[in-house]
Each structure stands twice: as C-alpha cells, then as structure tokens.
Antibody, heavy 120, light 106 residues
Framework: QVHLQESGPGLVKPSETLSLTCSVSGDSISASSYMWAWIRQPPGKGLEWIATVYYNGDSYHNPSLKTRATIYMDTSKNLFSLRLRSVTAADTAVYYC????????????WGQGTLVTVSS | ENVLTQSPDTLSLSPGERATLSCTASDSLSKSVAWYQQKPGQAPRLLIYDASHRVAGIPARFSGSGSGTDFTLTISSLEPEDFALYYCQDRSDWTLTFGGGTKVEI
C-alpha cells in the first residue's frame, strides 16, 4: 500500500524559506507512470497547485508563484521536497503532497497534509 | 491560463436527492477534467478522472460527464457521507488548475 507523509516545520517567519518533505513508502518515485506534486490550501479556501516533478527531473511550477517555489526529488531516499522562498502570511496553508498520474494528470493519492503558519 | 468556475457555490439538499455540480472551463481546449471530494480535516479524494471515468471503489451513484468547456458531476441519490466539498481540476500546458469548489450541505 502506497503512503505519502509530509514533514516540516509548522511555523515559519516572514521572509524566510519554507521547506517541506514528502516521504513515499510502498512505491518508487522513480516509476515512470507517476509524477509527484505539492498542493496547498489556505484556511477556509480552495486548492492551489504549487509544483510537480517527474522521475527524470523535469519539473513544472505554478506561474503565480513565479520563481519562489522549487520542487526536487531524492530518489535514493524515495522522497521529494518543496522549497518556498520569501514567505508571507499569504503562504499560510495546509500543504499536501500527492501522487500525480502521468497520463491523466490527476492526483490519485494524497498525504494527510501539514499546516504551515507564517508568522513572526 | 485556464480558469475553472464551479457552480453553485453551495448546494443545499436532503439525503436521497440528486446533486448536480457544474464546472465550466474558460479554455475550450480543456482536457482531462477530474473531480475530488473533500471532507473537513481530510485530504481531497479523487472520484472521477478524464471527465467520466470513476475511480475504483467509488460508488456508482457518482458519475461525471461533459466535454469541451462544460463538465458535470452528478450524485444520483445523496447518502449522508456525501455531504462535503467538491472540486474540479483540469490540466493544460503542464499546469494543474482547480475550480473554487461546491459545498454540498444538508
């Protein structure tokens, strides 16, 4: 059974960098059938896709986040990560990692999510 | 940028009734619309992919339809556990876009 688990600090100061990791068990992130994604949800609001990475290193980012977000993977540890620079209060959200089907581009498996609050 | 507009924002229905949720895309080249269900405090769960294909294990009362710019999620007869938030999602140009969501409430 495949399981995704987010980890990272629950509190980040404004202007600092938010770093999150998604550990994947039960499947290899190097499998070509899947991509791996980060999505966030501000409290009481809708879902926002952040970025996706493929096993070959190709990555795709939400243009609205400009160059602040970076997604990368560590195949030796079977995990992928997100870095979001220069955070503000608007980046406060529940951050989810998810498995993205390569062909249909849907998110078929999600982690439980982790709340990150940006505050001094 | 493809914008997905979901309507209505809130749907107030009773168990046993039929729910019809709409998702309209601004881009006529919309591809592979999917539908997710989210309950409070939980991650979203994929229900439908490629507009009309139900994920294994999802009850048959959930169905999806549509093409082009207009897509629909139908719940034929609401069960108590179906009262939740529903999001549509599209992919274009290697970016994922979500609709604003429809809340189905009792």
């Amino acid at each position: 059974q495949v399981h995704l688990q987010e980890s990272g600090p629950g509190l980040v100061k404004p202007s600092e960098t938010l770093s999150l990791t998604c550990s994947v068990s039960g499947d290899s992130i190097s499998a070509s059938s899947y991509m791996w994604a980060w999505i966030r949800q501000p409290p009481g609001k809708g879902l926002e896709w952040i970025a996706t990475v493929y096993y070959n290193g190709d990555s795709y980012h939400n243009p609205s986040l400009k160059t602040r977000a970076t997604i990368y993977m560590d195949t030796s540890k079977n995990l992928f990560s997100l870095r979001l620079r220069s955070v503000t209060a608007a980046d406060t959200a529940v951050y989810y990692c998810a498995r993205q089907h390569f062909g249909y581009n849907v998110l078929d498996l999600w982690g439980q999510g982790t709340l990150v609050t940006v505050s001094s | 940028e493809n914008v997905l507009t979901q309507s209505p924002d809130t749907l107030s229905l009773s168990p046993g009734e039929r729910a019809t949720l709409s998702c309209t895309a601004s881009d006529s080249l919309s591809k592979s619309v999917a539908w997710y269900q989210q309950k409070p405090g939980q991650a979203p769960r994929l229900l439908i992919y490629d507009a009309s294909h139900r994920v294994a294990g999802i009850p048959a009362r959930f169905s999806g339809s549509g093409s082009g710019t207009d897509f629909t999620l139908t719940i034929s007869s609401l069960e108590p556990e179906d009262f939740a938030l529903y999001y549509c999602q599209d992919r274009s140009d290697w970016t994922l876009t979500f609709g604003g969501g429809t809340k189905v409430e009792i």
